[in-house]
């Protein structure tokens, strides 16, 4: 008996798009970037140091109070996945029961950056290729103006020397 090769088709159309779907609803992680890494940096400066500290050691001002704490990112084995794609999805749903709540409030591409910077702690292979970008990036420099300071007095001008009158 011969196979109706039409069948056959359609049956592999079926599959491929089936196969597909999840990846289709599944968001892509973008590749490494010096851009990329720096947006990470300063999420994690102004959202993330409070507990994980600067330098991810979970000793930030209020980390260091927190049962569980948080783990060492460079140091502890992650619980819940340390590929950049587990880390967006901790990031995306929170740890529960635990201090990290979910972030999935921040823009997404905010939250692959975070995923990045938060890599550059561990000695993966992304994350030593995110460690190298975000050692070549410029130093954090505060930002934002000084707020004004008190006021200096200013000398008094000095009186304008009366003009000599020309002798005749
Ligand atoms: C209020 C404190 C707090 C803040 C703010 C916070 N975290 Fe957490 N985070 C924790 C704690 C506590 C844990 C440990 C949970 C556990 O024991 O599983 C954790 C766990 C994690 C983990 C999972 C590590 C693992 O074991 O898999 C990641 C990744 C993470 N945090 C990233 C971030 C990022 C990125 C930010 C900033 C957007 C952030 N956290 C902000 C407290 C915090």
């Known amino acids: 008996m011969r196979f109706p090769i039409h069948l056959l088709a359609a049956v592999g159309l079926v599959a491929s798009a089936a196969s597909a779907a999840p990846d289709a609803a599944k968001p892509k992680a973008p590749k490494a970037t010096a851009e990329l890494l720096a947006k990470g940096r300063a999420a994690f400066e102004t959202t993330c140091t409070t507990c994980h500290g600067t330098s991810g050691d979970g000793k930030g001002p209020a980390g260091m109070y927190l049962t569980p704490p948080p783990?060492?990112?460079?140091?502890?084995?992650?619980?819940?996945?340390?590929?950049?794609?587990?880390?967006?999805?901790?990031?995306?749903?929170?740890?529960?029961?635990?201090?990290?709540?979910?972030?999935?409030?921040?823009?997404?591409?905010?939250?692959?950056?975070?995923?990045?910077?938060?890599?550059?702690?561990?000695?993966?292979?992304?994350?030593?290729?995110?460690?190298?970008?975000?050692?070549?990036?410029?130093?954090?420099?505060?930002?934002?103006?000084?707020?004004?300071?008190?006021?200096?007095?200013?000398?008094?001008?000095?009186?304008?020397?009366?003009?000599?009158?020309?002798?005749?």
């Open 71 to 168: 783990r060492h990112f460079g140091v502890d084995p992650f619980k819940q996945g340390d590929s950049i794609d587990a880390i967006f999805s901790t990031l995306q749903s929170g740890v529960p029961g635990t201090a990290m709540v979910s972030f999935a409030h921040l823009p997404e591409d905010e939250r692959w950056a975070l995923a990045w910077y938060v890599s550059h702690f561990l000695s993966t292979k992304d994350g030593k290729k995110a460690k190298k970008l975000v050692d070549a990036l410029p130093p954090l420099t505060v930002q934002g103006t000084l707020p004004p300071g008190p006021p200096t007095s200013t000398p008094p001008a000095t009186p304008a020397t009366p003009a000599t009158p020309a002798t005749p």
